[in-house]
């Protein structure tokens, strides 16, 4: 019993060690500093039954009152993120859920920091594959990158991007592209804030609309 216990505390005590270490070395980037709040908190609470929201600011900013009509969800969303800082975040935590649904925003900081279509490509797909090690029975919702205004630049490269990660997602078992329409039906509403990046209440309920539809394919 000692042994065991011991063994136990083992456990939790090298990994806490290697994320203060972490902490102290990369505690001033916003993007670590948000990876290695999530690892702790992982580390000191059981989460329960939850599916999990994964990906940049987009998802970050979620509203708490957000409508989403089933699952308890988990939000884990790194604002300034790309998406090897999502998988760094999978492979450090000890995150005891068994999530049945995974919806993803991610790539458009990818793409925007000048990462090709190609190499944004083989990082998502290293982040599914992440996934589906650690939770082999959930079904994962990939959304498409929305076309920031202030990014109008990128259009071209986040439209290229989609195509090909819809065609991908076709060919996979438990991988959903989910396409919103990013527009309102008369262009009255705004979905961006003035920054031109970050979705304002209209523009969450398009990608809640998205996390919905979760619902009847799960």
């Keep these: 019993m000692k042994a065991l216990g011991f063994r136990r505390l083992l456990l939790f005590t090298v990994p806490l060690l290697l994320v203060?270490?972490?902490w102290?070395?990369?505690g001033q980037n916003k993007v670590d500093s948000r990876i290695l709040h999530y690892v702790i908190d992982d580390l000191?609470?059981?989460h329960g039954p939850k599916d999990l929201l994964l990906g940049s600011s987009s998802v970050e900013f979620l509203p708490h009152e957000s409508g989403i009509l089933c699952g308890s969800w988990l939000n884990r969303g790194i604002g300034q993120s790309q998406l090897a800082d999502v998988i760094r975040y999978l492979?450090?935590?000890p995150l005891s859920?068994?999530?049945s649904r995974i919806f993803i925003y991610a790539a458009e900081n990818d793409l925007s920091f000048g990462l090709e279509v190609a190499?944004?490509?083989k990082h998502y797909q290293q982040l599914v594959?992440?996934?589906r090690q650690r939770f082999p029975s959930s079904l994962i919702h990939i959304v498409a990158i929305k076309p920031s205004p202030a990014r109008a630049q990128d259009w071209g490269i986040y439209s290229q991007f989609n195509h090909q990660m819809e065609l991908w997602a076709r060919q996979q078992e438990k991988l959903e592209f989910y396409r919103p329409e990013w527009q309102s039906p008369k262009h009255e509403v705004a979905v961006f804030r003035e920054?031109?990046?970050?979705l304002t209440p209209y523009g969450y309920s398009l990608l809640i609309h998205g996390i919905n539809s979760t619902c009847a394919v799960s």
């Design 119 to 121: 190499t944004t490509m």
């Design 97 to 99: 859920i068994s999530p």
């Design 20 to 22: 203060v270490t972490g």
């Design 91 to 93: 492979r450090w935590s």
């Design 195 to 198: 920054d031109g990046i970050h």
């Design 44 to 46: 000191q609470h059981k």
């Design 129 to 131: 594959d992440t996934l």
């Design 24 to 26: 102290l070395v990369l």
